[in-house]
Structures are given as C-alpha cells and as structure tokens.
C-alpha cells in the first residue's frame, strides 16, 4: 500500500498465473501450454517478417489476420475482433459490455480471472455452482443478470457443454451477452460460432495459445454480431490501438494456413489425454471427463496438496488449487508422451 495508489489499486486482488519456474529438467504439467510445439511455417512467418519494417507501427485492425479467421470460421471480418491474449479480449469485454448494474454470472468453478476484471471494472459477480458432477446446468442461468460467461469446456473441470444448452442459454437471455470461452475447444469440443449469425447476444472467444501452441506469442480473438465486435473496437481504441505486433499478426496468420499441424497436434493431445486418464484411473484416481488440454483428477485417500508437493519434489509440476470443491484435485496438463510417461511412474512411486 502506498499513498501514491488509488482507492481502486488498493483493493484489486490481481489473477496469480501458473508458476515459469526457471529451473532445467522439469516436467511442467502446470499451465496447459501444447507439448507439442507451433508449425514450422508459423516461425518461417515470423523469421520472413523480421525486417526494417519493425520500425513501422503493426496494421492496428490487423485486417489480414482478421480476414484468414473469418475465412477460416465462415464469418465475416467485421464478426471478428483480435487482442493481445485472449485474456485481453476478455478483459474488453468485461469493459464494455458487462456493466449493466446487475451481477455477471459464471460458475463457481471456472477460470479465476472472471472476477479479477469484475473487481477491474468495478462489476459486482455473482457465482453459479456446478451441479455435484461439475457440470454447468443451464437452467441456472434464468435470474437477472448484466451477463453471462464460462469456458467450454469449462476450466479447470475440462468438462463440455452440448450446443443445445448453450442455446437455451442464449434464449433465456435474449437481452444480455452470452460469452462462451473457448480457450479449449479444439480438444474435442463443438465451437458455437456456428451459432453467432442466429443469437446476435452470443460472443465467443478464442486462443491461439492452446491448441495453435503460441501462448508465447499472445493471439486471440472473438466472434460475434458486428454490433458487439463495434463495442470492443471502441474500448480497444480508447486503451491501445496496437495491441497485436508484426510479429503476432504474421504467425498467426501463418498457424491457421497449416490445418494438418494443427490436426496432429490436437489428435495428439486427445490421445495422450486418454491414455493418462486410463492410467490415473488404475491409480485409483477419480477423473473428470475431460475435452480440453488437462485432466482433473482426485485421489481417493491422498490429500491434492499432499500429491502436488510430492510430485514437485520429483520435479514435475502440476497445478493444485487451495478453493472450496476443488482442493482434493490436481489439474494436470497434458503433456508429451514422455512427460506423461514421468508424471504416471512419479504418482506409482508415491
Ligand atoms: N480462458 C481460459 C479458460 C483459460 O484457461 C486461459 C488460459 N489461462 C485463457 C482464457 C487465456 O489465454 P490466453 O490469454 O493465453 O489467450
């Protein structure tokens, strides 16, 4: 605390991300990044775009990248509005389009940086339990609200939501924005931006972090009617035009013109995620289905704590969360098959 800050700093409680250790030799299962690394043609894109241009501001509407994801989801570019992170394009959207004076909902499990932007923008939220299953039901969301959001699948559960419920969703809020974050979709989910031309309340975002493997590179994106796209570029423009660099915009650009990369890599994650969830069951482990990058999983007898402290001494480490519901699992990303091949021999020896 220091008498330079304003009354709003003192009382923001910021988002905590998962631990960088800077230590060789670790297994890291902790942050959901891609084992498997991004196409050769995103780094050839970005190497050809290392030029005297640098000294060149970026294209602040990123058209090009803009156009090759509309292409790419059958929308049209005005549908598509782009940010440094997806966290950035929430962080907007929050701004400017969830202050109607009444609480946003999201699950009481869910990704912590939900109400990090509401204490951000000064929005009250308000928490809806998972059944007892994890599960989102969308009969929970018929109460007044200044909006709605949650991931699909749902983080850290993994669990997915059908698109018929999303629909009721969306037609019991016909009013207010719907915001489905689909950070990790592409691991086996359906992505409702099919959905966007039928509910103009529906946004959708997503990452090229996850399933693209360039969370280092900080690409996402939304989908929606032009009217809410129109809101975010007007809060965009009043915080930072620039928001995604040369760089950013050329791999990018790059990773969506390489689907067969794309394909294997995510049929690798499934794979492997299957054959550790197999693993972790005859662990005598209890594990959530799961369609994202990660599994959540209990022990029966073993404390979540006590696993993440052991396996961390083995040096492999995995993400544990000290909140109500959800202290007894470990979410585990996947990895590759030699990483997950250590982390199933670090649990046999504990
Ligand atoms: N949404 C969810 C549900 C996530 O888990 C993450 C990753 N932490 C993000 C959004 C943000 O991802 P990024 O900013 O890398 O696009």
């Known amino acids: 605390m220091s008498k330079f800050w304003s009354p709003l700093v003192s009382s923001l409680v910021p988002y905590v991300p998962g631990e960088q250790p800077k230590i060789a030799n670790?297994?890291?299962?902790?942050?959901?990044?891609?084992?498997?690394?991004?196409?050769?043609?995103?780094?050839?894109?970005?190497?050809?775009?290392?030029?005297d241009n640098l000294r060149l501001y970026p294209d602040p509407e990123g058209e090009s990248l803009r156009k090759t994801l509309a292409d790419y989801h059958?929308?049209?570019?005005?549908?598509?509005?782009?940010?440094?992170?997806?966290?950035?394009?929430?962080?907007?959207?929050?701004?400017?389009?969830?202050?109607?004076?009444?609480?946003?909902?999201?699950?009481?499990?869910?990704?912590?940086?939900?109400?990090?932007?509401?204490?951000?923008y000064n929005i009250e939220g308000k928490t809806v339990p998972l059944t007892d299953s994890f599960e989102i039901n969308p009969e929970d969301y018929r109460q007044p609200n200044g909006g709605i959001i949650f991931p699909n699948p749902n983080a850290p559960t993994g669990r997915c939501l059908e698109l018929e419920h999303i629909e009721s969703i969306l037609r019991a809020n016909p009013d207010r924005v719907v915001v489905v974050d689909e950070a990790y979709i592409d691991f086996g989910g359906e992505t409702s931006i099919s959905l966007v031309d039928k509910y103009p309340n529906l946004l959708v975002c997503q990452t090229l972090s996850k399933a693209r493997s360039l969370a280092g590179l900080r690409v996402g994106f939304a989908i929606g009617h032009p009217d809410l796209i129109e809101a975010l570029n007007r809060v965009k423009d009043s915080f930072n035009s620039y928001p995604l660099d040369r760089l950013a915009q050329a791999g990018a650009k790059a990773a969506y013109e390489d689907e067969a990369w794309f394909q294997k890599s995510c049929k690798g994650v499934i794979s492997e995620r299957e054959r550790v969830t197999e693993s972790l069951k005859g662990l005598n482990f209890e594990v959530l289905p799961s369609k994202a990058n990660f599994v959540?999983?209990?022990?029966?007898?073993?404390?979540?704590?006590?696993?993440?402290?052991?396996?961390?001494?083995?040096?492999?480490?995995?993400?544990?969360?000290?909140?109500?519901?959800?202290?007894?699992?470990?979410r585990i990303t996947i990895g590759t098959p030699d990483q997950n091949d250590a982390l199933i021999a670090g649990l046999e020896s504990l």
Not at 296 to 325: D, M, T, W, Y
């Open 26 to 51: 670790l297994v890291k299962l902790n942050t959901n990044e891609n084992p498997f690394g991004p196409s050769p043609k995103v780094i050839e894109a970005i190497q050809a775009e290392l030029n």
């Open 74 to 120: 059958s929308v049209r570019p005005e549908q598509v509005f782009l940010g440094n992170g997806s966290d950035e394009v929430l962080a907007h959207i929050f701004h400017a389009l969830f202050q109607h004076g009444e609480p946003v909902l999201f699950p009481d499990v869910t990704y912590s940086f939900y109400p990090v932007y509401c204490g951000l």
């Open 296 to 330: 959540f999983a209990r022990h029966r007898e073993k404390s979540g704590e006590s696993l993440a402290k052991a396996l961390r001494e083995q040096g492999i480490i995995v993400r544990h969360f000290n909140k109500p519901r959800i202290s007894d699992f470990l």
